[in-house]
């Protein structure tokens, strides 16, 4: 991790292009915080005899769903984007056997009970402050015991955490919110650096993989 630095980016609108991102990450790998979660299960020979269900929440165009689903998963891919689940159901190289997708805004998630995996790579931080605490809830309920929280939050000095559309939390806070979990993962990455789409950016992440107690 790099040494903080304190970075404001000034400008407080946020509007996000989603064709051109889902264009810019077309063919990108799973993330590394899925294939730890997934690791983790293989380690404990966890799941090995039966079926495995897992949400990918704001699956975006399935970078994630498509290695799920590629290693035996049945994913319910989530969105709020309805062209990016387009894009999903569009996949060629997804098993469409294996998977159920749902548009829905995070201010009115609904999940069902005894989910093995959720995975949640970069999608966290898009749901407003107000509505977080109810969405982590239904997260962590809807979990069954042992089964894995993956994905990433922003920390307090994101460039983009000035925006009234993105939450954020402090290292403790994350913790706080992880006391149902075994925390298998807890990386604090910060730097500047860019996004997908070319743009300056400071970074403030936590990448997390979690298990339910």
């Known amino acids: ?10 400008n407080s609108s946020f509007e996000r292009d989603w064709s051109a991102y889902y264009d810019a990450v077309t063919g990108r ?35 994630d769903t498509l290695e799920l689903i590629r290693r035996g998963w049945w994913v319910l891919a989530i969105d709020g984007d309805k062209e990016g689940i387009s894009r999903i ?3 060629q190289n997804i098993d469409s056997h294996k998977l159920q997708t749902d548009v829905m805004r995070f201010e009115s998630l609904v999940l069902p009970k005894s989910v093995d995996l959720i995975n949640a ?11 977080f605490p109810r969405l982590w809830d239904t997260i962590v309920t809807s979990l069954s015991s042992g ?9 307090i000095r994101d460039s983009w955490a ?11 806070q994350i913790e706080d919110l992880l006391q149902s979990f075994i925390i298998e993962m807890l990386e604090e990455e910060e730097h500047l650096g860019k996004t997908a ?17």
Not at 1 to 10: C, G, L
């Open 1 to 10: 991790m790099s040494q903080s630095v304190n970075y404001i980016d000034q």
């Open 29 to 63: 790998p799973p993330r590394d915080t899925l294939l730890a979660a997934l690791a983790n299960f293989h380690s404990v020979n966890q799941y090995s005899s039966k079926t495995k269900f897992a949400v990918d929440l704001g699956c975006g165009n399935g970078r």
């Open 89 to 91: 159901r569009c996949n």
């Open 121 to 131: 790579s970069f999608s966290l931080p898009f749901c407003q402050s107000l509505y």
């Open 147 to 155: 089964g894995r929280f993956c994905g990433q939050l922003f920390g």
């Open 162 to 172: 000035i925006n009234s559309s993105v939450n954020y939390h402090t290292r403790e």
């Open 197 to 213: 789409l070319d743009e300056e950016k400071y970074w403030h992440i936590f990448h997390i993989v979690a298990c339910k107690r």
